[in-house]
């Protein structure tokens, strides 16, 4: 594909520094790119490549102005490079023509419009959208609903009953609606407690590869409009996540946990369960949470402290060993000082 | 379903307080409960709700007796909940009537009692016994023994000669008996040593979805009778965990490490390969134990310490920064009193 | 198979100490073999195993001589016990004769001599090259490539013009080329930037069951000649991983870091985004990395510490408490004698 760059420009909104008329038939990262190739910065930590790069054009933000080199500038080079990014490579999802494999199950009620790769499970009573895509492999329960233009990748399964919104991305391999972990009498007799609850996934939600969302016990584990997960997160049952908060990998979340709107979980944080986290709550990576943190607050540690005091606390725990040679000499002296007091 | 409080109390062997002969029609959480419903308190966090509850009826512990709602006082309302989501929420596993798409090798063994779904794989030399239920996308490696009434839901994997017992329950997604990580001359060569053993899989077992389990390198990796495994959770080659342990989500157990009986793993936690927990350790979540922990310890923090010791190091962590100024402080008007001492 | 001491002490280049015609018929670990066995002491831990094993021959390494036991003597027990575990049990790949069921799109090109099972899909522009196994639900997107002699075990899923060597093994419910984890305006209206780039996985690499892959926005995350993953990594977008490295279960690598050659990261460790890590360096169990760490470095901790040093802050931890109590009681003591002084 080949635009100018006041092509490109008038796409994302930007105003062009230097040649408008500038070929671009490429995006590529900022030490990658050659003539030819767009590039962005969107992390000041690589300003510094502005020097060297040898691409053709840079998407920047307002400030970066500068008089030797073809420039978009933008309000948020990020957001315009995903808009580029989705006009010179628009993703294909089509099936091949012949689906002999495809194993429907009677009673299944798939949209014409539907497109389903030979080898994927859909159960009686299911409801497939259309516009929805699913890959092979990927297993349908019964009575499953999937809203339309979703895209359920290979290997995905959800379990019967489950309820999967619009335009929501099914990585491969996560699994929806698996048992939660409940028993009573635990590691002595282990009694199961049948999980006979769904889980919902609302609109416009992502969700990463190989990660792994509990159905509720009894009623339901909610991941509402616009959440983003990513890759091998685990959701346990009767989890609540708030819209359009963001779970980075390998987070755990423990069972009827509850959180609100914007809540940012840095990667390998752990929640315990029973507790809530209000609005755009921020919880550092690795952290541990094991109580109630109010709206608006950032938490950080293991287990958790406020962010800036966990800060303090984590640059005291360098000089731990310093401060026990200290407190030894102290007392030292402090006993002479008594000795000699007497 | 329809069901009289008396005769779900027959069943649940508890006593009525209140009306015996209302219906009960469904089962749901205690804030969402509406008339037609029971519900239950098994963690006293939720004891307040029964103030503001719609159910019909509530499961309760001894001691909750209370005149204006209608209860059925059990000894464990968590067992209870259990036998009664048994009751009306009956799992259906049976598969469609036409399985055109299954894949058996010759020489796989397989019950003319067990349901296999389409799409999935049966090596040859496996046995699968009478009411084992392999859903589609199942792979079951060469001389591989199921055991009566075992579920395999979708896409979990089962490689060549491991040895699964009765009423397993194996989630999507998991994997057993992928090669162990061993590796000779490690970050310079990295010369693999075949991993020729098994995994063994004991009665009652469940492991949750994506989790995964490494064959023995000669010998077997060993999961015993009862024990329950949660989601996302890494148990590498040769381990044992002991009869009705519990083992929390995203845990990661290394190599050679053995467990003793109902011991319980708190979610995140990480074990160093070869060491011995004894029987009914429990390790607090995010933990990383290093070292044996002898039988009835509880420990926790990385690296872990016991549990109460590390409470007060948690306590005192808080307070290192004004530990660290108190120090400065003391210093100075040591030095002072040095002086003028002289 | 049989095989005397000697034949297996000239396969492995080592020396026989004791009876070179023992007949070998087994390999076993130390406490579990019995007469006909061979095993092996790799680990120092269990040298004290070699007075009670009942093994016919033992593989250890120099100055373990002893008179009483027959022993190959070599320099790397660990390898040679690799190297005669490949000779006791040979693996064997061969799909069945009939592989019906198995859905290779048209445009594809799969060499003769590749081993593909029913059940597999192969999408249009996708090269498998000769001697490569494709197992059950696997998926192989369109343009991917996977070259010579490489095994992709059951529900493998490699995604769109994914490039991957020779020799690689990519273990059950592996993901290659997932969509990164990019989003603008996070946690506001994580507008999602279309993740185009793909991944590149070199010769001789491994990677274990359930570990995600995922491919990088513009230009590729790369995993280089010889590197070794367990299970259950997370590797995030643009991420690249020096040669040779070992990367153990549950780790968590984040967007554009960069590892040099021989990294090893111990389990569940977490690196943060866009920093790099010299040769050579190492990374202990659970350590939180936040910022670059020079060739050759030992760090652990979260966030690390120099090893040395975190290892003296642990050592102060566990007596945080006493510091505490310490300080109370010289304050006290201090202003007593400052009184006293005045």
């Known amino acids: 594909m080949k635009k100018t760059l006041s092509e490109i420009a008038s796409h994302v909104k930007g105003k062009v520094f230097g040649d408008p008329g500038v070929i671009i038939e490429n995006i590529r990262g900022i030490d990658e790119a050659r003539e030819g190739d767009l590039t962005f910065v969107a992390n000041p930590k690589y300003l ?10 840079i998407l920047v933000s307002p400030g970066v102005e500068r008089a030797d080199k073809n420039l978009i500038v933008v309000d948020d080079p990020y957001v315009a490079l995903g808009q580029v990014l989705g006009v010179f490579y628009p993703e294909d999802h089509d099936p091949p023509k012949a689906s002999r494999g495809t194993l429907i199950e009677e009673g299944a009620t798939v949209s014409q419009d539907a497109r389903v790769y030979p080898g994927a499970f859909i159960g009686r009573g299911a409801k497939v959208e259309r516009g929805v895509v699913i890959y092979p492999g990927v297993y349908i329960g019964r009575d499953v609903a999937i809203g339309e233009y979703s895209i359920l990748y290979p290997n995905v399964v959800v379990l ?3 309820i999967i919104g619009k335009r929501v991305i099914l990585h491969p391999g996560v699994v929806v609606g698996s048992d939660g972990f409940g028993f009573a009498r635990p590691a002595q007799e282990n009694i199961k407690i049948p999980q006979v609850g769904f889980v919902q996934i609302d609109d416009d ?32 049952h009767n989890v609540v996540i708030g819209e359009y908060s963001v779970i980075v990998s390998q987070v ?4 009827s946990t509850r959180l609100g709107k914007g809540v940012i979980l840095g990667g ?3 929640l315990v369960g029973h507790i809530q986290l209000g609005d755009h709550v921020m919880v550092g990576a690795q952290s541990g949470v094991h109580e109630d943190v109010p709206s608006g607050q950032v938490v950080s540690g293991s287990p958790h402290l406020p962010h800036k005091k966990w800060l303090r606390v984590v640059a005291s725990l360098a000089q731990l060993p310093e401060m026990r040679k200290s407190l030894s000499s102290i007392l030292e002296r402090l006993e002479k000082l008594e000795k000699e007091a007497k």
């Open 160 to 162: 019967r009953r489950c």
């Open 205 to 236: 939600v992502e969700v990463g590869a190989n990660t792994t969302i509990d159905r509720g016990t009894i009623d339901k584990t909610w991941v509402k409009r616009g959440v983003k997960i990513d890759n091998l997160v685990q959701v346990a």
């Open 48 to 57: 510094k490549s502005l020097e060297t790069t040898e691409a053709s054009a």
């Open 268 to 270: 390998q944080a752990g």
């Open 252 to 255: 755990g979340i423990s069972g």
